[in-house]
């Protein structure tokens, strides 16, 4: 098993940066596969990125493409979500998610783990 815990999030102006971690317990995070999520009020959880065990091969929502980043840092068992540009439409809870498995997921069926998630809130 894996556990996440999701943090970076907070209050930012539309045009700004965040940088959200999520740390992951275990030795062998370098198996897991992981995903960032988010899910803004009355909306269903989207999958924002997702980034392969190797950190070879990476997704981005279209939503998202050209202003967020997915990287993973093996040593370090952690993922990142770099977030440039806001827009207030990115509100919403963001929630690291893994899956014991090489490869990249894009379903959020797919994934076995989550964090707590961590709030980002983008004010206009």
């Known amino acids: 098993q894996v556990q996440l815990v999701e943090s970076g999030g907070g209050l930012v102006q539309a045009g700004g940066s965040l940088r959200l971690s999520c740390a992951a317990s275990g030795r062998t995070f370098t198996n897991y596969a992981m995903g960032w999520f988010r899910q803004a009020p009355r909306k269903e959880r989207e999958l924002v990125a997702a980034?392969?065990?190797?950190?070879?091969?990476?997704y981005s929502a279209d939503s998202v493409k050209g202003r967020f980043t997915i990287s993973r840092d093996n040593a370090k068992n952690t993922v990142y979500l770099q977030m440039n540009s806001l827009k207030p439409e990115d509100t919403a809870v963001y929630y690291c998610a893994a899956r014991n498995s090489q490869g990249m997921f894009i379903a959020e069926r797919a994934y076995d783990y989550w964090g707590q998630g961590t709030q980002v809130t983008v004010s206009s």
């Open positions: 980034i392969s065990s190797s950190g070879g091969s990476t």
